[in-house]
Nanobody, 128 residues
Framework: QVQLVESGGGLVQAGGSLRLSCAAS????????MGWFRQAPGKEREFVAT????????YYADSVKGRFTISRDNGKNTVILQMNSLIPEDTAVYYC?????????????????????WGQGTQVTVSS
């Protein structure tokens, strides 16, 4: 029902920045959370950041706090992940996801469970 189109991935040197965008369509996102996850080859998909659409409340993985910022543009139904001070450990395929979040236990948003719609993923590679 929700279509997510990601863009902005690429190759960047350590210390550099990338801006990932996720354009969403299919519905308004009242009551939803929009999250970013990443997965490196041979590893499990891990939580990066999420934002509750209505309130703008955000949550971040400890590994990216202070370096990444998640935000949304309500008029464009777009969620942004601004990634600064990138390190090689950030190298992964990054996925945008959307899921219902109204009255949800906040910690559940740090897992993949609430997210029913996923983008195709965009590759982020950070060289040393």
């Amino acid at each position: 029902q929700v279509q997510l189109v990601e863009s902005g991935g690429g190759l960047v040197q350590a210390g550099g920045s990338l801006r990932l965008s996720c354009a969403a369509s299919g519905r308004t996102f009242s009551g939803y959370a929009m999250g970013w996850f990443r997965q490196a080859p041979g590893k499990e998909r891990e939580f990066v950041a999420t934002i509750i659409w209505d309130s703008g409340l955000t949550y971040y993985a400890d590994s990216v706090k202070g370096r990444f910022t998640i935000s949304r543009d309500n008029g464009k139904n777009t969620v942004i992940l601004q990634m600064n001070s990138l390190i090689p450990e950030d190298t992964a395929v990054y996925y945008c996801a959307a899921g219902r979040a109204q009255r949800i236990v906040p910690m559940l948003l740090l897992t993949t469970k609430p997210y029913n719609s996923w983008g195709q993923g965009t590759q982020v590679t950070v060289s040393s």
